[in-house]
């Protein structure tokens, strides 16, 4: 039996916090969290809460671009074809038309506020990547489009005399009364636990990819806003549709760095340890095959040739083009003596991208009274079972915006009312034996990639399981104590979801490979797999 999941992380008392009261919450300050911020009403106040600061996200290392409908050969249609296809049929055609639409605005008032899109003449410069038809990338500096957008976002945010950005901040939880949201329970170094009461609340918090010891994800991507959100009520779905990035940097002691799927748009390809191009074995498209099926790919090349890796080669490519293009990643492997433009990149896949998430509508609401959410954390329905590249800031650019307007809306029809309600928490004080959380963690880490990775079944599953549901015992009831430790009883929580998620799909659909279960099923699995606390 799953022992059971803690409604709160730690004990507190209303009487025993500090209180803050504002109109609309936002947690977490990527793209989706600061682009829901500067959708709310400038007469409404916002508190932004970020467990790091605004250059630590996913949005902030996102290399490739924003995908959009923005060159003359390009059409709507053909966009939404292009996700609906690489989606395993589980996209929401409604939400795909609906964000696809959207995007070429999105992408303009991102160029108006003053994000320096790289272009070629008087037209944006547009690049393609796996399963696109089309060239319709938008990117900036080359390889460093998050980057550049996040400063533009971090900049109006911080200027925006009704936002505050409360950085080094951690969310504990959401604070419920009578199922509805009320705000959330934060802690900092400055003030300890504060309780912030807000009208209405907008989770923008990322991804999971810390799950797995191979990731692209920076440190802060523990998956802290899908916990928090279901220990809250609110209902998760999709959570076996994890994305595995092809080309990641593999180096003995080096970080497990992007190598953006725009490379192999520009005409890079992927060979193995003998130098054989291999790509054409396994699918027509070759290296801009769909996400999944490079994935796939490499690592069935890989266990072919016993070798860790495959390679990535541009030495066909002009030189001046590639480092033009891609100066972060030739900066990130001349670090390791290799030149991109010369020799063979060693790459494998990683941790990227989280399709499953919260379930929201098709403004971002959650099935939490007063609570939104926006962004990764979302299983909105427009990536699927697989996403399309770049369609990721797309979304959160598009969902960031109609969240913070809805929050808007609904926040300025309810009047003000600074009264702090008590809050149940049956959690007590409970001294425990420390934990070396390092190695827990770690141990999580590398249990997700052998077991829960690219490609799965159902032994290795039911071990996973067993395991975590083990750590879970001891590691859950605990009132643990800072950020390590809260992180790490996140992780655990959704993991554990993760896994009953991937044994229950007995199909290989999108993202989700059951070597099992080879072929899709339609008629038995062609649904959503949903968790929601009792």
């Not at 996700?83 to 795909?96: I, M, P, Y």
């Not at 009704?162 to 009364?177: A, G, Q, R, S």
């Not at 636990?193 to 799950?211: D, E, S």
Request: charged fraction near 25%; hydrophobic fraction near 40%.
């Amino acid at each position: 039996m799953s022992p059971p999941v803690p409604r709160y992380l730690v004990p507190f008392h209303p009487k025993r916090v500090p209180h803050f009261f504002t109109d609309v919450l936002i947690v977490g300050s990527g793209l989706a969290g600061l682009r829901a911020a500067l959708a709310v009403d400038p007469s409404l106040s916002v508190v932004v809460t970020t467990k790091h600061d605004t250059e630590q996200s996913n949005s902030a290392y996102a290399q490739g671009g924003i995908a959009g409908v923005l060159g003359p050969d390009d059409t709507l249609q053909q966009h939404i074809t292009d996700t609906l296809e690489a989606g395993g049929s589980l996209c929401d055609k409604a939400v795909v038309e609906k964000v696809i639409a959207e995007g070429p605005a999105r992408i303009a008032e991102l160029a108006d506020w003053g994000t320096q899109f790289d272009r070629e003449g008087n037209r944006l410069a547009l690049g393609r990547e796996g399963g696109h038809r089309r060239d319709r990338i938008a990117h900036a500096f080359g390889d460093a489009t998050g980057k550049e957008i996040m400063r533009v976002l971090a900049s109006r945010a911080y200027h925006a005399p009704n936002i505050d950005v409360w950085e080094n901040t951690f969310t504990l939880d959401l604070t419920t009364l009578d199922g509805v949201c009320r705000g959330a329970l934060v802690w900092n170094q400055q003030h300890g636990k504060t309780m912030i009461w807000a009208k209405q609340t907008i989770l923008a918090t990322g991804g999971a990819g810390q799950l797995y010891r191979e990731t692209t994800n920076p440190a802060v991507a523990t998956g802290d806003g899908m916990a928090l959100a279901y220990r809250a009520g609110a209902q998760l779905r999709d959570l076996e549709f994890v994305q595995f990035h092809p080309t990641v940097l593999y180096i003995a002691g080096g970080s497990r760095s992007l190598i953006s799927e725009a490379v192999r748009g520009e005409g890079a390809w992927l060979v193995d340890r003998h130098g054989y191009r291999f790509m054409a074995d396994y699918d027509p498209r070759g290296e801009l095959a769909p996400r999944d099926v490079v994935s796939q790919a490499i690592v069935r090349q890989m266990e072919k040739t016993r070798h860790p890796n495959v390679y990535l080669v541009l030495n066909h490519l002009d030189p001046a083009r590639v480092r033009a293009r891609f100066p972060t990643i030739a900066g990130v492997c001349a670090e390791f003596d290799l030149d991109i433009t010369r020799d063979r990149i060693p790459v494998r896949p990683g941790a990227h991208y989280m399709m499953g998430g919260i379930t929201v509508d098709l403004e971002g609401r959650t099935t939490v009274p007063r609570l939104w959410a926006a962004g990764e954390v979302t299983a909105s329905g427009l990536h699927g079972a697989n996403r399309l590249a770049s369609n990721s800031l797309l979304e959160a650019a598009v969902y960031g915006a109609h969240a913070g307007r809805g929050a808007s809306n609904a926040a300025a029809a309810i009047h003000d009312d600074f009264t702090a309600s008590i809050i149940e928490n049956p959690r007590p004080e409970v001294p425990a034996e420390p934990l070396n959380l390092a190695d827990i963690r770690n141990s999580l880490q590398s249990l997700m990639w052998r077991n829960v990775g690219v490609r799965r079944e159902k032994e290795s599953l039911d071990d996973a399981l067993e395991t975590i549901e083990r750590w879970c015992r001891y590691v859950l009831p605990r009132p643990l104590v800072g950020p390590e430790g809260w992180e790490l009883q996140n992780m655990l929580s959704l993991a554990r979801l993760m896994i009953h998620a991937a044994l229950d799909r007995e199909e290989t659909r999108g993202a989700h490979c059951r070597i099992d279960f080879p072929k899709t099923d339609d008629a038995h699995w062609h649904r959503h797999i949903c968790f929601q606390r009792e």
